[in-house]
């Protein structure tokens, strides 16, 4: 096998991510992403410090893209609208990339700057979605992590096989988040 011409770091990346979506976040070896790219395993040092810096990478692009779609999603919206669109995105970006949003959770080093960046962004930005709703601060946060819960679990369930039932996940998934919505704006009368 004679390395390929013109590969770059943008290929090696795009390759990743496809064997990630494609056959799970553990299938990606660098043996599986050399013959991906028909290239010899070493060559892949040219572009990479190995697999676990390919994870981290494939860690962060995870975070950013994720951020980039909820930013999308909640352009010109508030309340429950930007909610409901976030959850929406949310589901979106996991149905087009398990793989890649998998790796978000596999990261070697999950506190490293950058990615920890990323993620404190994203937080920032569902926090500031929250602040039409009378939430204190801790509040906010506990409900940031009950979305995320609500998304990942929605998420991880359909990836599994598990709405097998003749009922539109999308439809489920809306009600879902009304149900979520309805409890917040109640929070406030349960102190």
Known sequence: MSPRQGLDRGALLDAAIQIVDSDGFEALTLAALA???DVRSPSLYN?????????????LMSVQ??????????????????????????????RQHPGLYEASYHAPDLNEP????????????????LQPYPLTEAQALHAVRGLRSLCHGFASIEAQGGFGMDFSPDDSLRLTVSAFLHGLRHLSEDI
Not at 66 to 92: C, F, M, P
Not at 114 to 129: G, P, R, V, W
């Open 35 to 37: 013959k991906r790219l």
């Open 114 to 129: 950058q990615l920890a960046a990323c993620k404190t962004a994203l937080l920032n930005m569902l926090l500031h979605t």
């Open 65 to 94: 893209q994720l951020s980039l779609a909820v930013n999308e999603a909640t352009a010109d919206r508030t309340g429950d609208e930007a909610i409901q669109a976030i959850a929406a995105a949310y589901i979106g970006f996991v």
């Open 47 to 59: 572009h990479i410090s190995g697999l676990p810096g390919l994870r981290q990478e494939l860690a």
